[in-house]
């Protein structure tokens, strides 16, 4: 085994760390973030151009890549207001406290394996816990309360909506996001970051808990607001949702979180189900041939970092391909598919690790033949639950659709969408503009 890789159930050893080293290795991420936005911004939006046929920006920089720092300063420049009737404190911590969550979560995740800095050996990370993996959880439901007094602070109905949705989705999305998690947890036996990628040194856990990884990709998609799950900020319907009423760099705070928690969920997949910076036994091999060890020194950092932005490209990809959900789907999804899913292989690893305590079957082995099954078995449910749901039963006998109704879409005061099996009564405009047709006609 790698010696610069921690025991399992051990956190990585900082013993020789010192103020400077800490101070060095907390500006890395600090601008490694803000640089990987920029960067981020002009693979967005040079990739969906390429995608939908188009140019994309091109004019400011080489291949537009200046772009992104146009749009940087313009933000700082721009005119900054407060509304009058926010809650001005909650108004102004919302964005601050979105962004610095986001900063925050890249601390406990390593990037590589102990190095020499100057002569002190350290591990390519700025802290690790017995309990880092609480730590990333806890930390990253903090930073969607951002979004929710955001809205709620601006005391304005499509931010209030904004909000609203944050909250709900924030709720749905992190119960099955910290299950699937919680698998990684029981397979590696170790809520240190080190240790979990320690315990991927053989075979990576995107291949023994394929269902829970599965389950955290659609889930990432939901905690980061992007499509097809922008229901928060969707500007087809809320105009900008939760960031409707902010400005200049007010706004820019929320944006630049945005992009940085991209990178997060797409660092703790990598660490959680790639191996984290391990090279992997392709790479290993490779690199025997020459007698090098790709495990060893800085290069780890670049394994890592390849397997973050593959993740990033993906959800560019998404964004250039899949239309927004609606959203009663997009609650059924998280409530009725993936927590259920994750549930239920939560208790398959909690029984495969009961099984092999006593007997003599290999875990890895167990892992991925009941993964299998599991995955049939909810293909199936989902073939068969098609198939009885188009039985011909009269819908309305059913329940599942109310009879057809008039409603007033004024009744509340403002107007409102007719809801499922409702229908807008004839509009008089159409009928005077028919009879003036048909008066023409004659």
């Avoid at 080190?194 to 389950?215: D, M």
């Avoid at 998280?334 to 290999?362: N, Q």
């Avoid at 229908?423 to 159409?430: C, D, E, T, V, Y």
């Amino acid at each position: 085994m790698n010696p610069s890789i921690v025991a399992a159930g051990q956190v990585a050893d900082f013993s020789q760390d010192t103020w400077w080293i800490w101070v060095i290795k907390a500006v890395f991420i600090v601008l490694y973030l803000i640089l990987s936005v920029i960067l981020a911004l002009w693979v967005e939006r040079r990739g969906l151009g390429f995608m939908q046929n188009r140019l994309g920006p091109n004019r400011v920089g080489p291949l537009g890549f200046g772009q992104a720092f146009s749009d940087a300063l313009k933000l700082i420049i721009k005119e900054d207001f407060w509304l009058k009737g926010a809650d001005k404190i909650i108004y102004f911590v919302s964005p601050v406290l979105a962004a610095a969550c986001a900063f925050i979560l890249m601390a406990v995740l390593p990037m590589g394996p102990e190095v020499s800095i100057f002569g002190i050996n350290t591990p390519l990370q700025l802290a690790d816990s017995p309990v880092a993996l609480l730590f990333l959880l806890a930390v990253a439901a903090l930073g969607e309360y951002g979004l929710v007094f955001g809205g709620w602070s601006s005391r304005s109905t499509l931010p209030l909506f904004g909000s609203v949705r944050s909250a709900t989705q924030m709720i749905s999305y992190e119960l099955a996001l910290g299950l699937s998690l919680v698998t990684v947890l029981l397979a590696s036996g170790t809520m240190s970051t080190s240790g979990i990628v320690e315990s991927q040194a053989g075979v990576w856990n995107i291949i023994t808990l394929f269902p829970a990884f599965c389950v955290y990709v659609v889930c990432m998609f939901g905690e980061t607001n992007r499509l097809p799950f922008d229901l928060p900020e969707a500007e087809g319907e809320l105009v900008a949702g939760h960031t409707t009423e902010y400005s200049s760099m007010k706004f820019a705070w929320f944006y630049l979180s945005e992009y940085i928690n991209m990178l997060n969920v797409s660092m703790i997949a990598t660490t959680m189900f790639l191996g984290g910076w391990q090279a992997g036994p392709i790479m290993t091999g490779i690199y025997s041939l020459w007698g090098g060890d790709p495990n060893q020194g800085w290069i780890p950092m670049l394994w890592f970092f390849l397997k973050t932005w593959v993740f990033m490209f993906v959800m560019v990809w998404v964004r250039g391909t899949l239309l927004r959900m609606r959203y009663d789907h997009f609650m059924k999804l998280g409530w009725k598919v993936l927590i259920p899913v994750a549930l239920g292989w939560v208790v398959c690893v909690a029984v495969i690790r009961a099984v092999t305590s006593f007997t003599d079957l290999s875990q890895r082995t167990l892992f991925i033949g009941i993964g299998v099954i599991f995955l049939i078995a909810i293909v199936l449910i989902w073939i068969f639950g098609d198939k009885e749901s188009d039985t011909g039963e009269d819908p309305e006998e059913s329940g599942f659709v109310r009879p057809e109704e008039e409603f007033d879409a004024m009744a509340g005061g403002f107007p409102v969408p007719p809801m499922p099996g409702q229908s807008l009564p004839p509009s008089p405009r159409a009928s005077r503009l028919q009879t003036t047709q048909e008066g023409e006609l004659v």
